[in-house]
């Protein structure tokens, strides 16, 4: 049988290794951000260096015109889009938090209520309303995360769906 010690190293160490799953996922997510930024920022750079050479080569007045409407267009574009893309990430990122944070709330708040009641069952007074109040508890805050997680995700998709309407 496993000592009091042993089950709460055990919760310790499943919380730890989900801490680190979570660590990970924020670090990819990061990157892919920085790649999508750094892409998009030397995308901009070349068109600026070619809308330059153009800019200088043009002697029309009409034309310097229409070459920095295209210039501010094209660049409003690629931000908007650069920006979606980053909102879809987050989305999914925040869809995949919610889903493993929910699923270290539901089984760890199984283990952590299987381990109290093996603890108070070796203690010389055993409460039973402190299990309930504290399983209530436990199951309150899974549902509120829930419920917040819902909320978060429904907010980022109209986030993106508004995006989408802009553009056409």
Do not use: W
């Not at 997510?29 to 070349?46: D, H, T, Y």
């Amino acid at each position: 049988m496993a000592t009091k010690q042993d089950q709460f190293n055990e919760l310790q160490k499943k919380n730890l290794e989900a801490a680190m799953r979570l660590a990970q996922m924020s670090i990819e997510n990061s990157q892919r951000i920085m790649e999508i930024q750094v892409g998009a920022a030397k995308r901009l750079f070349e068109e600026g260096v070619e809308n330059a050479k153009a800019l200088s080569s043009t002697k029309d007045p009409k034309g310097m015109m229409e070459l920095r409407a295209h210039y501010a267009q094209s660049t409003t574009e690629q931000m908007l889009a650069c920006a979606r893309e980053i909102a879809e990430i987050t989305a999914r990122t925040q869809a995949e938090f919610g889903k493993l944070v929910g699923e270290q709330l539901s089984t760890g708040s199984t283990d952590m209520f299987d381990a109290m009641q093996k603890m108070f069952k070796g203690m010389p007074i055993a409460d039973q309303n402190a299990l309930g109040a504290m399983q209530t508890a436990m199951d309150t805050t899974r549902a509120a995360f829930e419920q917040m997680t819902r909320a978060s995700t429904e907010a980022f998709q109209a986030f993106t769906q508004q995006g989408g309407k802009g553009r056409k």
